[in-house]
């Protein structure tokens, strides 16, 4: 089967850097795909990596290592906003379900 | 360009009814999917549908099942209603049968009495 560890809770100061990681047990798949998701809110679509090696989008950057079987989302700047919960997922060749989410990480930024 | 809409976005329903749910994706979108989100087992997927089709099928029971309509609008039901069930139920959408970037709507709370 599939499985995807992330820590649950992470607390991090506003204007830091925060790694979020993400190690998988998978035997295919390919990409992972990172989403962010408020209290209450709808989780939101932040990054994807189809190959090995880092993307970056603004003040988040992803990063995969195939041959390690892990991956991080990158936060830089941190801002209060940036306090919310933080899924990766890993879009697999096969199988009943094309995506699994790992449980998700509680980000907290304080001042 | 509208997002994903979900309606109704809270119910509360008594255990043995059943439930329909019903998502309308982003226009141009073809690839809908959901998902079920509880504090214990996460995001959960429950099935994809794609051109009228469901292409996949999560582990759930059968008493989860849905549908999708020719203008890419869903839907899900779920017969005989257990406490279980409780939880919030998350549509998605995307431009094709590759879910690495879907867009979801802000979900159905389904409370089961």
């Known amino acids: 089967g599939q499985s995807l560890e992330q820590p649950s809770e992470v607390t991090a100061v506003e204007g830091a850097i925060v790694q979020i990681n993400c190690t998988y047990q998978t035997s295919g798949f390919y990409g992972l795909s990172w989403y962010q998701q408020h209290d209450g809110g709808a989780p939101t679509f932040l990054s994807y990596?189809?190959?090995?090696g880092l993307e970056e989008t603004g003040r988040f950057s992803s990063f995969l290592s195939r041959s390690d079987s892990y991956g991080y989302l990158l936060l830089q700047e941190l801002q209060m906003k940036d306090s919310a919960s933080y899924f990766c997922a890993v879009l697999l060749h096969s199988g009943n379900t094309p995506l699994v989410f790992g449980k998700g990480t509680r980000l907290s930024v304080i001042a | 360009k509208a997002g994903v809409t979900q309606t109704p976005r809270y119910l509360i329903k008594t255990r043995g009814q059943q439930v329909t749910l019903s998502c309308s994706p982003i226009?141009?979108?073809?690839?809908v999917s959901w998902y079920q989100q509880t504090p214990g087992q996460g995001l959960q997927f429950l099935f994809e549908y794609f051109s009228e089709t469901q292409r996949n099928k999560g582990n759930f029971p059968g008493r989860f099942s849905g549908r999708q309509f020719s203008n890419s609008r869903s839907e899900m039901n779920v017969s005989t209603l257990e406490l279980g069930d409780s939880a919030l139920y998350l549509c998605a959408s995307s431009l094709d049968s590759g879910p690495y970037e879907q867009y979801f709507g802000p979900g159905t709370r389904l409370t089961v009495t």
């Open positions: 226009s141009g979108h073809r690839s």
């Open positions: 990596n189809a190959l090995d």
